[in-house]
C-alpha cells in the first residue's frame, strides 16, 4: 500500500515538471492532489495584491474564491502552501472526502506542493523568456516597417497595437504633448478591439495629477488600478458618448518615450478587470519596448523631414514656374480680353467678355494661394495663413487626407491676437468634428476676409454623413468663439450631400482706423 502511494507520487511529481506551461501546472498540481487523496474538490489560489487572489484554479467544483478568508478551512480540509523560492505563491486547499484526511495524505499533498513549487518556478522562468521574445519580435517589426517608409502616423498605430497584442491587453493607446495646450497630453492612438474606444482618439489629460501626466513628467512608468473610472471622470463631459466598457478598465501600466534628453510622449497598456494584473517583469518589458519604440517615432520623423524637404524643394520649383510662366500669361490674356470688351460695340458679347475676365481673375488668385500653399512650409511665415495650412497638414492623419485649404483677403494683415486664436482653434474643431463624426472622403475649407478688413468667415465643407445628431452637435465651443466676436455659427447639409459649417466674426478695428 506504502509502495503503490509512493509510486502514485512520484508519477504525479514527474507529470507536473514535465509541462512549461504555467496553467498547465496549476491544473495539473489541483488534479493530482485530488488524485492522491481521493479529495472531492481541489483548488489552487494564487495570491495577488492586497490579500487577494490573482488566479484560481479549481477541479470538481466551481466556488467562488476572491481572498484566504473565503478557503475552505477546518478539520474536514487539507491546506498546504506552495512556495516558490522561499515566497509563499499560493494556497492548495482540499476538501470533500468522506472519510476525512490522513497524516499520509497530508505528507503527500506537501510532498506534491515542495515539487509544484519548483515546477511553477520553471514554467514562469519560461514563460518569461517568451515574453521577452515576444517583445523582442515587436521590436523588431517596428524597425522593418521603418525600413519599408511607413509614415509617423502608421508607426504610432502599428506601436500600440503591437503593445496590445503582446501584452495580451484590452488596450493600448499613445498620448503626445499637446502644441495648442502645453499643460496637456493628447491620445494620437488608440488601439482596442473593443468598439467604439476610437472616440478616445484626441481626449487631452492634464500633466498634473494624471498616470500619463506623471509618467511623461517623471521619466518613469506608473503602474495603476481601476484605470477605467478615472478615464470616465476626466472624460466624461469632453466625451458624452464615452463607451460603457471604459469603466471596467483596471490594471494599466504608462511608461514614457524616451530618446536621448527627450520625452516624445507616454505609452498606456491597460486591461479588463477579470485579467491577471501587470507583473513588475512585463512593466519592465513594457518601459524595453516604450524605448524602442520612441526610437522608431524618431526616425520616422527624421525620414519624414527629409522627404518633406526634398517635396518642398520641388514645390519651390513649381511655384516660381507657375508665378514667372502661368500667372503672366493669364494676366495678359485678361489684358487682352478687356480691351476686346471696350471696342466690341455689341453690349452681349461685352457682357460675356466681362464674365470671362473675372473668371480669369478668380483663376489667378486660385492660382497665387496654390504658390503660396506650396512655397509656405519651406519659409518661415508667421502669418494666420501659415497656421492654417500647417494645420490642414497636421490634420490628414486623423482625417485619412489632406483637406483643400483656400485664402482670401488680407488675412495676415486683419486677423490677429485674440480673434487669430479663435480663428485656429475654429479650424482645429471643425476638421477634428468631421473626422469624429462624419466619415468624410473630401473636406475644403474656405478662410476669407472682405475688402473692408472688417468680417472674417469660414467655411468648412465636407462630402460626409451629414450634419450630426443631439440637441447641439457638440458645437457649443464654436457657438461661443463666434458670440464673442459678433459672429454667427451655422451648420446645414450641402447642397450635394455632406455638411456645411459655417462661421463668422466681426472684426476688431486696428487702433487708429476709423
Same mark, same amino acid.
Given at each position: 500500500?506504502?509502495?503503490?502511494?509512493?509510486?502514485?507520487?512520484?508519477?504525479?511529481?514527474?507529470?507536473?515538471?514535465?509541462?512549461?506551461?504555467?496553467?498547465?501546472?496549476?491544473?495539473?498540481?489541483?488534479?493530482?492532489?485530488?488524485?492522491?487523496?481521493?479529495?472531492?474538490?481541489?483548488?489552487?489560489?494564487?495570491?495577488?495584491?492586497?490579500?487577494?487572489?490573482?488566479?484560481?484554479?479549481?477541479?470538481?467544483?466551481?466556488?467562488?474564491?476572491?481572498?484566504?478568508?473565503?478557503?475552505?478551512?477546518?478539520?474536514?480540509?487539507?491546506?498546504?502552501?506552495?512556495?516558490?523560492?522561499?515566497?509563499?505563491?499560493?494556497?492548495?486547499?482540499?476538501?470533500?472526502?468522506?472519510?476525512?484526511?490522513?497524516?499520509?495524505?497530508?505528507?503527500?499533498?506537501?510532498?506534491?506542493?515542495?515539487?509544484?513549487?519548483?515546477?511553477?518556478?520553471?514554467?514562469?522562468?519560461?514563460?518569461?523568456?517568451?515574453?521577452?521574445?515576444?517583445?523582442?519580435?515587436?521590436?523588431?517589426?517596428?524597425?522593418?516597417?521603418?525600413?519599408?517608409?511607413?509614415?509617423?502616423?502608421?508607426?504610432?498605430?502599428?506601436?500600440?497595437?503591437?503593445?496590445?497584442?503582446?501584452?495580451?491587453?484590452?488596450?493600448?493607446?499613445?498620448?503626445?504633448?499637446?502644441?495648442?495646450?502645453?499643460?496637456?497630453?493628447?491620445?494620437?492612438?488608440?488601439?482596442?478591439?473593443?468598439?467604439?474606444?476610437?472616440?478616445?482618439?484626441?481626449?487631452?489629460?492634464?500633466?498634473?495629477?494624471?498616470?500619463?501626466?506623471?509618467?511623461?513628467?517623471?521619466?518613469?512608468?506608473?503602474?495603476?488600478?481601476?484605470?477605467?473610472?478615472?478615464?470616465?471622470?476626466?472624460?466624461?463631459?469632453?466625451?458624452?458618448?464615452?463607451?460603457?466598457?471604459?469603466?471596467?478598465?483596471?490594471?494599466?501600466?504608462?511608461?514614457?518615450?524616451?530618446?536621448?534628453?527627450?520625452?516624445?510622449?507616454?505609452?498606456?497598456?491597460?486591461?479588463?478587470?477579470?485579467?491577471?494584473?501587470?507583473?513588475?517583469?512585463?512593466?519592465? %518589458?513594457?518601459?524595453?519596448?516604450?524605448?524602442?519604440?520612441?526610437?522608431?517615432?524618431?526616425?520616422?520623423?527624421?525620414?519624414?523631414?527629409?522627404?518633406?524637404?526634398?517635396?518642398?524643394?520641388?514645390?519651390?520649383?513649381?511655384?516660381?514656374? %507657375?508665378?514667372?510662366?502661368?500667372?503672366?500669361?493669364?494676366?495678359?490674356?485678361?489684358?487682352?480680353?478687356?480691351?476686346?470688351?471696350?471696342?466690341?460695340?455689341?453690349?452681349?458679347?461685352?457682357?460675356?467678355?466681362?464674365?470671362?475676365?473675372?473668371?480669369?481673375?478668380?483663376?489667378?488668385?486660385?492660382?497665387?494661394?496654390?504658390?503660396?500653399?506650396?512655397?509656405?512650409?519651406?519659409?518661415?511665415?508667421?502669418?494666420?495663413?501659415?497656421?492654417?495650412?500647417?494645420?490642414?497638414?497636421?490634420?490628414?492623419?486623423?482625417?485619412?487626407?489632406?483637406?483643400?485649404?483656400?485664402?482670401?483677403?488680407?488675412?495676415?494683415?486683419?486677423?490677429?491676437?485674440?480673434?487669430?486664436?479663435?480663428?485656429?482653434?475654429?479650424?482645429?474643431?471643425?476638421?477634428?468634428?468631421?473626422?469624429?463624426?462624419?466619415?468624410?472622403?473630401?473636406?475644403?475649407?474656405?478662410?476669407?476676409?472682405?475688402?473692408?478688413?472688417?468680417? %472674417?468667415?469660414?467655411?468648412?465643407?465636407?462630402?460626409?454623413?451629414?450634419?450630426?445628431?443631439?440637441?447641439?452637435?457638440?458645437?457649443?465651443?464654436?457657438?461661443?468663439?463666434?458670440?464673442?466676436?459678433?459672429?454667427?455659427?451655422?451648420?446645414?447639409?450641402?447642397?450635394?450631400?455632406?455638411?456645411?459649417?459655417?462661421?463668422?466674426?466681426?472684426?476688431?478695428?486696428?487702433?487708429?482706423?476709423?
Amino acid at each position: 500500500m506504502i509502495e503503490t502511494s509512493t509510486r502514485a507520487l512520484l508519477d504525479a511529481v514527474a507529470g507536473i515538471a514535465a509541462d512549461l506551461d504555467l496553467p498547465a501546472v496549476l491544473r495539473r498540481v489541483v488534479e493530482s492532489a485530488r488524485a492522491l487523496t481521493g479529495a472531492g474538490h481541489g483548488v489552487l489560489a494564487v495570491l495577488g495584491e492586497q490579500e487577494r487572489f490573482a488566479e484560481v484554479v479549481q477541479s470538481g467544483g466551481h466556488a467562488e474564491y476572491a481572498t484566504a478568508a473565503d478557503l475552505p478551512d477546518g478539520p474536514e480540509a487539507l491546506a498546504v502552501a506552495v512556495q516558490v523560492r522561499d515566497k509563499v505563491y499560493g494556497r492548495l486547499c482540499l476538501t470533500g472526502k468522506d472519510d476525512g484526511f490522513t497524516a499520509q495524505d497530508h505528507d503527500q499533498v506537501a510532498a506534491l506542493a515542495a515539487a509544484a513549487g519548483v515546477a511553477i518556478d520553471n514554467a514562469t522562468l519560461y514563460e518569461e523568456a517568451l515574453r521577452r521574445e515576444r517583445w523582442r519580435a515587436a521590436s523588431q517589426q517596428l524597425t522593418a516597417a521603418l525600413l519599408t517608409g511607413e509614415d509617423s502616423g502608421k508607426t504610432l498605430h502599428t506601436i500600440a497595437e503591437r503593445a496590445r497584442q503582446v501584452a495580451n491587453a484590452s488596450g493600448a493607446a499613445i498620448a503626445m504633448p499637446n502644441a495648442q495646450d502645453p499643460s496637456t497630453l493628447v491620445f494620437e492612438v488608440v488601439a482596442s478591439p473593443e468598439p467604439g474606444h476610437q472616440k478616445l482618439v484626441g481626449a487631452t489629460v492634464p500633466l498634473e495629477g494624471t498616470a500619463s501626466g506623471v509618467a511623461f513628467s517623471s521619466g518613469q512608468p506608473v503602474v495603476v488600478r481601476e484605470y477605467g473610472g478615472y478615464v470616465v471622470r476626466q472624460q466624461a463631459e469632453a466625451i458624452p458618448a464615452m463607451p460603457v466598457n471604459v469603466s471596467s478598465l483596471d490594471s494599466a501600466v504608462v511608461v514614457p518615450m524616451i530618446v536621448g534628453a527627450d520625452t516624445l510622449g507616454v505609452l498606456l497598456v491597460t486591461k479588463f478587470r477579470d485579467t491577471a494584473p501587470f507583473t513588475d517583469a512585463e512593466v519592465d %518589458l513594457i518601459q524595453d519596448f516604450a524605448g524602442h519604440a520612441a526610437l522608431a517615432v524618431e526616425f520616422a520623423r527624421a525620414e519624414g523631414d527629409r522627404r518633406r524637404l526634398a517635396v518642398f524643394e520641388d514645390r519651390d520649383r513649381i511655384a516660381r514656374d %507657375l508665378h514667372d510662366l502661368v500667372i503672366q500669361r493669364l494676366f495678359a490674356v485678361g489684358l487682352g480680353l478687356e480691351s476686346l470688351r471696350k471696342v466690341t460695340p455689341d453690349e452681349q458679347i461685352a457682357e460675356r467678355v466681362a464674365g470671362f475676365v473675372r473668371e480669369l481673375d478668380r483663376t489667378i488668385r486660385d492660382v497665387r494661394n496654390s504658390i503660396f500653399s506650396l512655397q509656405e512650409p519651406a519659409e518661415a511665415h508667421a502669418g494666420v495663413r501659415s497656421d492654417l495650412l500647417r494645420m490642414a497638414q497636421d490634420s490628414s492623419g486623423m482625417l485619412g487626407f489632406e483637406p483643400r485649404i483656400s485664402f482670401d483677403g488680407p488675412l495676415d494683415a486683419a486677423v490677429t491676437g485674440p480673434v487669430r486664436t479663435d480663428l485656429l482653434a475654429t479650424v482645429r474643431e471643425a476638421l477634428s468634428n468631421v473626422a469624429r463624426h462624419a466619415e468624410a472622403k473630401a473636406v475644403s475649407v474656405d478662410v476669407a476676409v472682405d475688402s473692408a478688413g472688417r468680417r %472674417l468667415t469660414v467655411r468648412v465643407t465636407d462630402d460626409g454623413s451629414g450634419p450630426g445628431a443631439g440637441p447641439d452637435g457638440g458645437l457649443t465651443s464654436l457657438r461661443r468663439r463666434a458670440d464673442r466676436w459678433n459672429g454667427t455659427l451655422t451648420v446645414n447639409a450641402g447642397e450635394h450631400g455632406g455638411t456645411v459649417l459655417a462661421w463668422t466674426a466681426e472684426l476688431p478695428r486696428a487702433e487708429g482706423a476709423r
